[in-house]
């Protein structure tokens, strides 16, 4: 692989979002690459969630454009997708895990329905390959095979988030979008994931947009970061350069917050 | 830049500015001029503070220059870190330069073994290679075997450093940054780490090393730059 040759996955061009007059987001500008881990960090209501949304086609932008790479290799604007492009990507080229799992799985189903059903949708009839997808997945998130037919119901808020990342690759995504994976776990739960989410991503070529306000987290995690502040994108580059060089007065504040253990 | 260099650096200049501390700047470099040849091990000397850290950190590209050009041979072509993309450094990060920082950072729970074979599993090589390298090294640098699938957090201090070591010297890239690799070796561990240094170098490796043991540094290195506080 050389780099030059290389084009990106997903383009954001000049993104905005207003909800009436209030800023979402605004002029946002970045290119993401196969096989990177984009941290998007800043406090609440920073505009990280709404940029993740219009980024992922939960929002509709007020401004701007998202382009995407398909499979075949076209580059394309989401806002123009044929309906069956649209489904491709929301059903099986991208993953969307949320920080309640409550919101990413079905907790009426079992968890290995949980799994066959997102294989189901993209046309998967075998019942038989459906389980043995699901018992691998379930295995790959370090959830014992014998939970397969427990409801996320009873699983704790650990394992509910691990299934619900197994929901979301098992399609074999290219892209994953997470908002705050790691909120609301106890830090050696945390600590746990984040191994996982690692494991999945490095060397694997898939790509993650990441929201979280923890620094620790994205810097497990991403290779790159931006930071937001009331809507804009105001400072990015790799992870430890924002992080150990910031440049901007309201990084520099972000970073130096951070409490050491 | 000639072909035997695999860095030069030229009128690097890098200024912090402490926003939250009322803008104050901190001056480290004005000017800079440095180069370094295969196989040649370069100790950075001076005083707390006179910008040893900085110097590695702004070739790894952690820090931003602030004018300047910081060039390596990447991949047959001559790159300047100075202005390169971040995806470029990634790249030349995974290829051309490695890095000994003095504290390991590793997510909790995550074998050593694990920890000492990414460089070469993020650079595409086999994972079986890969782990019977880092197994190599660690093997070298008497970390036990019963010690590499446990994490490293709960290891001494020398142990993690050895494991940061080793991680470091995985990769074998043309370029290695050690920042005080000996710092809390005892004398048995410090000798491996100095051989494993020579040999390094013996083997065509530039290497760029802080060492505050002066008779560590007298035993590797080839070159010394001095620094002095910027006036």
């Known amino acids: 692989m050389t780099l030059a040759d290389d084009q990106p996955l997903l383009v954001a061009e000049g993104l905005g979002k207003l909800y009436g007059g209030r800023v979402g987001c605004l002029d946002v500008s970045f290119a993401l690459w196969a096989g990177e881990v984009l941290a998007i960090v800043g406090e609440s209501g920073s505009g990280k969630s709404t940029l993740l949304k219009c980024l992922s086609m939960q929002l509709a932008p007020s401004s701007g454009r998202v382009h995407y790479r398909l499979r075949d290799q076209r580059m394309v604007a989401l806002d123009r997708l044929s309906e069956a492009e649209r489904r491709f990507l929301m059903r099986t080229d991208w993953g969307f895990v949320h920080q309640d799992p409550r919101e990413g799985l079905r907790m009426g189903v079992s968890a290995g329905a949980n799994i066959g059903e997102r294989l189901m949708a993209v046309g998967e009839r075998h ?93 497990l995690l991403s290779s790159r970061m931006m930071v937001m502040q009331a809507g804009r994108v105001i400072e990015s580059g790799l992870t430890d350069q924002v992080l150990e060089d910031p440049q901007e007065p309201y990084t520099q504040l972000l970073v130096s917050s951070v409490l050491q253990v | 830049m000639t072909i035997s260099k695999l860095l030069a650096i030229t009128n690097l200049c890098k200024t912090f500015r402490l926003h939250i501390q009322g803008g104050v700047e901190i001056a480290v470099f004005n000017g800079l001029e440095l180069t370094l040849a295969r196989g040649e091990v370069l100790a950075v000397t001076g005083p707390s503070g006179t910008g040893k850290s900085s110097l590695l950190k702004l070739i790894y590209g952690t820090y931003r220059a602030g004018a300047g050009r910081i060039e390596v041979v990447h991949r047959g072509s001559v790159i300047d870190i100075a202005t390169a993309t971040p995806r470029l450094i990634g790249d030349i990060r995974r290829h051309t330069i490695g890095s000994v920082t003095q504290f390991l950072r590793a997510i909790p729970g995550v074998p050593t073994l694990d920890i000492v074979a990414e460089p070469l599993l993020e650079r595409g090589e086999d994972a079986a290679k890969a782990k019977a390298r880092a197994g190599g090294l660690l093997e070298r640098l008497a970390i036990p075997p019963r010690l590499w699938h446990l994490s490293p957090v709960t290891f001494s201090g020398g142990e993690q450093q050895r494991v940061n070591i080793a991680r470091g010297f995985a990769a074998r890239a043309p370029i290695l940054l050690l920042d005080e690799p000996t710092a809390s070796l005892d004398p048995a561990n410090r000798e491996r780490v100095l051989a494993m240094i020579a040999e390094a170098s013996a083997a065509g490796t530039a290497i760029i090393g802080i060492f505050h043991d002066a008779a560590a540094r007298n035993q590797v290195a080839t070159r010394t730059l001095a620094l002095t506080s910027p006036p």
């Open chain 1, 127 to 219: 019942y038989g390959r459906i389980r043995g997808a699901a018992l691998d997945w379930l295995d790959r998130v370090e959830i014992e095979a014998d939970r397969i037919d427990d409801s996320p119901l009873a699983y704790s808020g650990g394992m509910r988030q691990r299934l619900q990342i197994a929901r979301n690759l098992v399609t074999g995504p290219r892209l994953v979008f997470m908002d705050e994976p790691t909120g609301g776990l106890d830090v050696s739960v945390q600590a746990r994931l984040l191994d996982l989410m690692r494991r999945l991503t490095h060397g694997s070529g898939l790509s993650a947009v990441v929201v979280t306000h923890d620094l620790a987290v994205a810097r």
